[in-house]
């Protein structure tokens, strides 16, 4: 499958190069993107590619806002309880239309 569009789409909102080369980044860890900007990354990324996100469980996933000291903190200690997202499950999204 051809990923360019998505790499694109993940360029504009990161502001990074992205490529079949590109390291398999977890968004909230690598890419910084959590709280409300992940809601509104995940809900850009569904209408850009027609991913159904309505079962996708946000809270599982990425933390709430915070300060990055405290988003530091959270994730030394609190980690173990979130899944992480990662490109691959965007990219697997893409192909099943949905993200779980």
Do not use: C
């Amino acid at each position: 499958m051809d990923y360019s569009k998505l790499y694109q789409f993940l360029n504009k909102q990161t502001g990074k190069f992205f490529n079949d080369q590109s390291p398999n980044y977890w968004i909230e860890k690598d890419l910084g993107i959590y709280g409300d900007e992940a809601v509104d990354f995940l809900v850009q990324f569904s209408s850009d590619f027609d991913v159904n996100i309505s079962d996708f469980n946000f809270a599982e996933h990425f933390n709430s806002e915070s300060d990055k000291i405290s988003l530091f903190v959270s994730n030394f200690f609190k980690r173990k309880n979130k899944k992480d997202l990662t490109i691959q499950d965007l990219k697997d999204a893409l192909i099943k239309r949905r993200l779980e």
